[in-house]
């Protein structure tokens, strides 16, 4: 009796787990913690994509440059788009540059779920970890392709104006625009595989609705803000403004497309972390 009135009382640890909500979601404390795992899967995606060609990463440069005379011969020559008093050749490739980055990132981070379902099912990380590694794999494309932009200036004696200071911000800029759109998709993708094959059309529609090939001055004014819900019109206008001093620089169109390029990721982030749970259930089976 005395032995059990005596007895220390032991204290009862009950823990409590509840979903995190508001800026916990994205994650941002934990993918810190993992990013040993960012830099091995970045550097994987990098290996496994220039593996056994005979070019390696010159085809960076070369797919750009083909398009770029293509486009200079159909556009500039034949058709007489009008490029803003900068050589055509360079304006076009201006454009292609940070659309051809984005174009790849779009292909690859919407597949990427997929193509690592192993990986998912086995072991826990982040998950979205494997579209973001695949997004920082292509920006060492862009920072080889952006060589040739260089070259090309220096050939056709354009000199960047002040604005080449805040190039960097449309840099980030375009990453999470290709990151955001492309989290969105994953995800989808995970479910519903009818989305690697639309992948390829959208990307068509899209370079027809963004202005690489001709400059945006020549969408009618009324349907400006339409078109300027297109995240990369903001993007692309951007880089040319930064780097060639064409364009109408922080205008009203651009701000939307800034807005939306930022609605998609932030959105894409937390659309992507409420789905994670189920991806191993699916891509598991």
Known sequence: ?????????????????????????????????????????????????????????????????????????????????????????????????????????????????VKDHRLVAKVYFPRVIIPLS??????????????????????????????LIILPL????????????GLWLSAVNVQYRDVGFIIPFLSQFLLLLTPVVYPSRIVPEKFKIIYSLNPMVGVIEGFRWCLLGVGKGLSSMLLVSVLIALALFFGGILWFRSKERSFVDILGT
């Open 134 to 163: 695949t997004t920082l794999a292509a920006m060492l494309d862009f920072m080889i392709a952006s060589g040739v932009l260089v070259i090309l200036m220096i050939i056709y004696g354009v000199t960047p104006g002040s604005a």
């Open 170 to 181: 449309f840099i980030i800029l375009m990453f999470t625009t290709a990151l955001g759109i």
């Open 1 to 113: 009796m005395n032995d059990e009135l005596h007895a220390p009382s032991r204290e009862e640890h009950v823990s409590v787990i509840q979903p995190v909500s508001g800026w916990r979601l994205l994650g941002l404390r934990e993918l810190w913690s993992y990013r040993e795992l960012i830099y091995f899967l970045t550097w994987r995606d990098i290996k496994v994509r220039y593996k056994q060609t005979a070019l390696g990463v010159a085809w960076a440069v070369l797919q750009p440059v083909a398009l770029m005379v293509v486009f200079t011969f159909l556009f500039g020559r034949l058709a007489k788009i009008p490029s803003e008093g900068i050589p055509y050749p360079l304006f076009a490739y201006a454009g292609l540059l940070p659309w051809q980055i984005f174009s790849r990132t779009l292909s690859d981070t919407t597949t990427s779920l």
